[in-house]
């Protein structure tokens, strides 16, 4: 910054005026660089990388042939946001890592090299690491920034994964962080490579643009052969009962997903003419190679992992690759371990279907009956307190029926009525209540808030609320254009890693079995979410490079997962316990997408957030099988209120 020189680059004769300096530790890091080893090793292949290892090599001097630290500040400086109050002077370390794209030394693309950022957050009193994957996939080393290494017992690590992009992400949210996730130009996820945005059309009044109009990214749309040979936008989201709707949005997203994956942007030129499709090379395994080349350039020997989420599937990929390597290893709300993408799909039919069982009922457990919560809409912010209360299936197929009957809108910047339909209003409630978030309170009763006003009688609060909905699923052109844009937004991120780790693509007619078998045994809302999921990932066209997740014995893992999870159900915590033999499984019988919090039960969870934290503090394992029950002050609440709706109830009341 300012035109000052990194003195690691200065020390190989390039200083790009990007980086910070580093200052004395930086300017010890940069002599300690150029004693000779890097210059023996820098035209090492993959697989002679993973089998060298220097002893002398540690997080402060690792080997500079791998690892280079740009920026070495305390955390305190780098933290300009007052959320974080409790942000001390450790070191930050942030550098890159450089990995070669496969590791195979048979290949021309062990001789292709990527630059992965890695941060370290000096918060141990030992040489130990922890690695924070906070899932995705799409989390970074931005993950390990606010950690404190379980109390001191280890230095805190993150690292950004192949192709994963966080500019306007983690990074730039209160954190000054000034080294680039993607130097020199690396390929990234990216939905628009050549720069294109969202579009503003200019139209003739009431004329509805079409997708093409709104925008142009490689990876949103189709080719023009595809328009051309007969195909077209299908519905923002698709009626989950009509097979033809669904049929054409699995012929759409086959059509942009070759289109988005031949793109020139991910073409990289290799070694004597040869060329590698960079999105071939973003899978799980590879993340877990990186992370064994990662402890072979700081000089340790055995990596422990706290994975939430897809970061499950990354600590057990390490897992069953390294055991020998891997030392404690919380699992903590559970990718599927199972091989193919037709699990991953069903999987998302399953989970839903828990997690609406649980709206129906979730009110009873709730401290307080009333709940106030704010709404925006284009009148501004307004404040609305109603009762927690939601009856179930009754409710909800009324909602379903006034939405079909094109009961429920709200209106266009232009005037136009625009109606909520009946897959919008699903996907909704579901996205609502299937984050992380949703291990408290508020997401439910924001979910059940808003149904309450879709069924009222007030015109203004069905107004309002459909208004909640439509930003929700469709962003902010539905106001602006009457075009609901982000519904066709592509998961790019998660289909790329996802597709490689699982194997099984399917024609037009296979998906569309596998969409008929679980028609046949889940419901509409159900079907909705796994196809949302499922359209864009059993079509994508790179071929599969499946890890193992878990699958193997001698590791003492701790696999953790909430009852009621809408993203990883229960279930896969199950095969996850079942693939890890000498692993246990502690189960929260509460709610939300990975075991954090749970603001309506803090008795309850606490039980299991002091087992997981004195297992990665100590490696003292619970009893396997362990329940971390609902405490007895909400079971008694919820008891009390339904004896009370059912007095009411033959009352006439």
Known sequence: MGGATDPLLAARGRAPSRWRPLGLLGAALAASSIIGY??????????????????????????????????????????????????????????YLRVPLDYDEGSAASQVHLRLRVTVVLTGANDDVVLYHCGGPGSTDSCAFF???????????????????????????????????NPDGQPYFNDCPEGEHLAAPALAEGRVPTLREMTSCTCWVPGRSYYRRGGVDPKPRPDPGDAREVRTWFEFSRARNRRCYDHDYFQLSGPNGTSFNFLDYVGTQLLAKDLRLLLRA??????NIDGASYGTGVGSAFAAAFPEHTGRLLLNGNAVVRPSTKDYYIGYAHATRHILFKLGSICEEMADERYSFELRSRGGSTR?????????????????????????????????RYVVTAPALCSYVVGEIQGAEA?????????????SMLSSEHAS?????????????????????????????PPFTEVAVNALDYEGRYSIAGAMDLYQSLVRNYGPVEVGV???????????????????????????ALVVNSLYDGSTPYLDARWMRASLPDATILTWQGVGHCVASADYDQEGVRACLDKMSRYMRTGELPVDGDVCR?????????????????????QGV
């Open 530 to 556: 796994a196809n949302e999921n499922g359209f864009d990932l059993l079509t994508w066209p790179a071929k599969p490079t499946p890890p193992v997740f878990g699958w193997r014995a001698g590791v003492r």
């Open 461 to 489: 609060w069905v107004e309002v609320s459909s208004e909640r909905v439509l930003n929700s699923t469709c962003g902010p052109n539905w106001m602006l254009h009457g075009h609901c844009t982000d519904a066709y937004k």
């Open 38 to 95: 890097a210059a023996s090793r820098a035209d090492a292949t993959g697989s002679e990388r993973l089998a060298q290892a220097p002893p002398t090599w540690s997080l402060l001097n690792p080997d500079p042939s791998l690892l280079e630290w740009k920026l070495i500040k305390p955390r305190r400086e780098l933290h300009r946001s007052a959320k974080w109050s409790g942000v001390g002077d450790e070191k930050v370390l942030v550098g």
């Open 630 to 650: 609902t405490s007895n002050a909400v079971v008694t609440r919820a008891r009390a209120r339904r004896r009370r709706d059912e007095l009411l109830a033959e």
């Open 384 to 416: 609305y307190e109603l009762p927690c209360a939601f009856s179930g299936d009754d409710v909800w197929e009324s909602l379903v029926a006034k939405a079909n009957g094109g009961a429920l809108a709200a209106y266009t910047n232009a005037g136009q």
């Open 147 to 181: 950690q404190d290494g379980y109390n001191g017992t280890f230095h805190s690590l993150g690292i950004q994964q192949r192709g994963v992009f966080d500019e306007g992400g983690s990074y730039s949210e209160g954190v000054n962080m000034s080294v680039p996730a």
């Open 439 to 451: 291990e408290d309170s508020a997401p439910w009763r924001t979910a059940i808030s808003v149904l």
């Open 298 to 303: 700081i000089g340790a020997e055995t990596l």
